[in-house]
C-alpha cells in the first residue's frame, strides 16, 4: 500500500500502539534501554532466535509484544559503529520505511546507548524515510481486475498517512536541519515524478510549464519557444526536434540566492521527452523506456527546487534542452549537417545520437549569455556508459581537476556515485567530419567518451563536466531509498556539491 509520511521529532515519546522501530549497532547488541518501556527481555530472546547480528539494514521484530504498548517492535541493524557513515543514516531510514507496517503511527529511537545521534545525521535518516516512502501512482485507478477475480484491486488507490516521530535528544536541532532534507527530498520527487510520467502527457512544452512552476519558490524562468532558438542560430537542438508534431522549449532558471556579483554555477540538463532514435529508430523492444531520456533535464530541475525551497545561498543556472526525436517525413537524415549556435557545423551520421545535439546548443548558450564559474550538464547520453560503468557509477568527464574532483567527492558523500573518464585528443579524431567541423557520432568503440568529446566542442574555457547518467536516472537497481523505476539521480549529489563549494 502506498503512504505518505508525517515526520516529527522529540526528545522522548511514549508507546501507545503502532510500531516502534529501535536501532542497534552489529558490534554492540543492545536493543534495551532504549525505548521508554520496551520489553527487555522479549527483545533479547527475539534477537538470540532469528540469530539476529546487526548488520546494516537486518532487522528482527516482534508481534504484540509482552510488557509493550507497542503492537509491533522492530529492531534494525546500523552495522558496526567505527563504520557508520552519514549516507548509512539515510539507508537505515529508508530501510525503516520499508519496515513499517500497517499501523498508522510509529515510533522510532535514533539515540543508542553511548550513541546520540547528531542532528544532521536524523535528518538524514528523515530524508530516507520520505525518499523510501515515495511511489508513482497518479494513474493507478483501482478498478483494473487482477487475473481471473474480476475484482477491482481497490488498495491501489489508497494513501494513508503514517504518522511517524523520531526520537532524539537532539530533537530542536534535527527539526532545524529537516526543513533542508524536505526541500532536497522535495526536489528528488519532482525529478522522480517527471521521468516516471508518460510521454503522451509529458512534452517539451508541458516539461517547460514544470520549470514555469518553480516561479513560486522565487525562480526567475525564462521559455524560450522554436522561433526564438532560430534566431540564436540553435540548428542542432532544432534539427533533433523537427521530426516532431511537438515544438521544443528551451527553458532557463535562475536562483539568485548568492550575493550580486557571485558568478553563477550552471547546470544543463539534457531534455529529450521521448526518444525514438528518429529515422535511425531503435528496437521496438524497451522502446517505452525511452520516456526517460530526459532524466538529465528532471534531475536539473529537480535540483532548482531543492536549492530554491531550502533558500540556498548561491546564484545557479539551471537550462533544460526540451524536445522529442521523432521520425517523420521532416525528420533529419544521417548525412544532413547543420549549423550549432556555435557556428560550427555537424555532420549527421546517426540520428539516434540526438542528445548530445541538443546539449550542444545549451551549454554555448549558457557559457555565452552567464559567464559561469563552473558547468555541469546532465544526460541519459550513452548506452556505451552502462557497458563500462554497469549501474551503480554515473560517467564523469571534465575539462577540469578541481571539479572533477570535487563532484567525486560529493558523489561518494552521497552515494551517487561517480566514476571520472578520460578525455584526450586521441578521441577526438574520431568525431572529425570530411565534410562538416565534426559529426555526431565517432563510432562504436568508446562511444560514451567521443560523445563527451562532442560536447567539449561547446564550452569553451568553462570549468565543464559532463555526467553521462544513463545507467542510473532510469531502470536502475532498486536500493534502500528507492523502489521506483525512476532513481531522481542527481539532485542529492549536486545539492551536496552546492553546500560544499559554492554556498556563501
Not at 543556472?317 to 560550427?344: F, K, W, Y
Request: overall charge negative; hydrophobic content about 45%; glycine content about 12%.
Amino acid at each position: 500500500m502506498a503512504f505518505d509520511l508525517d515526520i516529527s521529532f522529540a526528545p522522548k515519546a511514549g508507546l501507545a500502539g503502532g510500531d516502534a522501530i529501535l536501532l542497534t549497532f552489529s558490534d554492540a547488541i543492545s536493543p534495551s534501554g532504549v525505548a521508554d518501556a520496551d520489553p527487555a527481555a522479549v527483545l533479547e530472546r527475539a534477537v538470540r532466535a532469528a540469530e539476529f547480528k546487526g548488520k546494516s539494514g537486518s532487522s528482527v521484530e516482534v508481534l504484540a509484544p509482552h510488557g509493550s504498548s507497542a503492537d509491533r517492535l522492530v529492531v534494525l541493524g546500523l552495522g558496526k559503529q567505527a563504520d557508520l557513515a552519514r549516507h548509512d543514516w539515510l539507508k537505515a531510514g529508508g530501510s525503516a520505511a520499508g519496515k513499517l507496517g500497517k499501523a498508522d503511527t510509529a515510533v522510532i529511537y535514533l539515540d543508542l546507548p553511548g550513541r546520540a545521534a547528531e542532528a544532521e545525521e536524523a535528518a538524514e535518516f528523515a530524508l530516507g524515510m520520505l525518499l523510501r516512502a515515495y511511489s508513482f501512482d497518479t494513474y493507478k485507478t483501482g478498478k483494473a481486475g487482477s487475473a481471473g477475480d474480476g475484482e477491482g484491486d481497490k488498495s491501489e488507490k489508497k494513501r494513508k498517512t503514517v504518522k511517524v516521530t523520531l526520537v532524539t535528544a537532539s530533537a530542536s536541532a534535527a527539526a532545524r536541519a529537516y526543513a533542508d532534507a524536505q526541500a532536497v527530498a522535495g526536489g528528488v520527487i519532482l525529478a522522480r515524478d517527471l521521468v516516471n510520467e508518460p510521454p503522451n502527457v509529458l512534452g517539451p512544452v508541458e516539461f517547460a510549464a514544470r520549470a514555469e512552476a518553480l516561479s513560486a519558490l522565487g525562480v526567475e524562468v525564462e521559455v524560450l519557444s522554436e522561433k526564438e532558438m532560430g534566431a540564436l542560430g540553435m540548428g542542432a537542438l532544432l534539427g533533433v526536434a523537427q521530426g516532431s508534431a511537438r515544438p521544443p522549449r528551451l527553458a532557463i532558471m535562475q536562483w539568485k540566492g548568492g550575493k550580486a556579483k557571485q558568478k553563477p554555477v550552471a547546470f544543463v540538463g539534457k531534455g529529450v521527452v521521448f526518444d525514438t532514435g528518429g529515422i535511425s529508430i531503435k528496437p521496438a523492444s524497451g522502446m517505452e523506456e525511452m520516456k526517460g531520456d530526459m532524466g538529465g533535464a528532471a534531475a536539473v530541475i529537480g535540483l532548482m527546487h531543492a536549492l530554491a525551497a531550502r533558500k540556498a545561498k548561491v546564484n545557479a543556472i539551471g537550462i533544460l534542452g526540451l524536445v522529442e526525436n521523432m521520425p517523420d517525413g521532416n525528420a533529419q537524415r544521417p548525412g544532413d549537417i547543420v549549423t550549432s549556435m556555435s557556428g560550427q557545423t555537424i555532420e549527421i551520421i546517426n540520428t539516434d545520437a540526438e542528445g548530445r545535439l541538443v546539449l550542444a546548443d545549451a551549454l554555448w548558450y549558457c557559457q555565452d549569455r552567464f559567464k559561469p564559474q563552473a558547468m555541469i550538464d546532465l544526460a541519459t547520453l550513452t548506452g556505451a556508459i552502462m557497458v563500462a560503468l554497469g549501474t551503480d557509477h554515473a560517467g564523469l568527464f571534465s575539462n577540469d581537476d578541481t571539479l572533477a574532483e570535487r563532484l567525486f567527492a560529493a558523489g561518494q558523500a552521497t552515494e551517487e556515485k561517480l566514476w571520472r573518464m578520460p578525455l584526450g585528443k586521441a578521441y577526438d579524431k574520431l568525431i572529425d567530419s570530411k565534410f562538416a567541423d565534426m559529426k555526431n557520432t565517432g563510432g562504436r568503440n568508446g562511444g560514451a567518451i567521443t560523445a563527451a568529446q562532442f560536447l567539449k566542442r561547446f564550452v569553451n574555457d568553462t570549468p565543464w563536466a559532463h555526467l553521462d547518467v544513463a545507467g542510473t536516472a532510469m531502470d536502475s537497481p532498486k536500493s534502500e531509498i528507492s523502489q521506483s523505476w525512476a532513481s531522481g539521480f542527481g539532485v542529492r549529489l549536486l545539492d551536496r556539491l552546492v553546500r560544499d563549494h559554492y554556498e556563501g
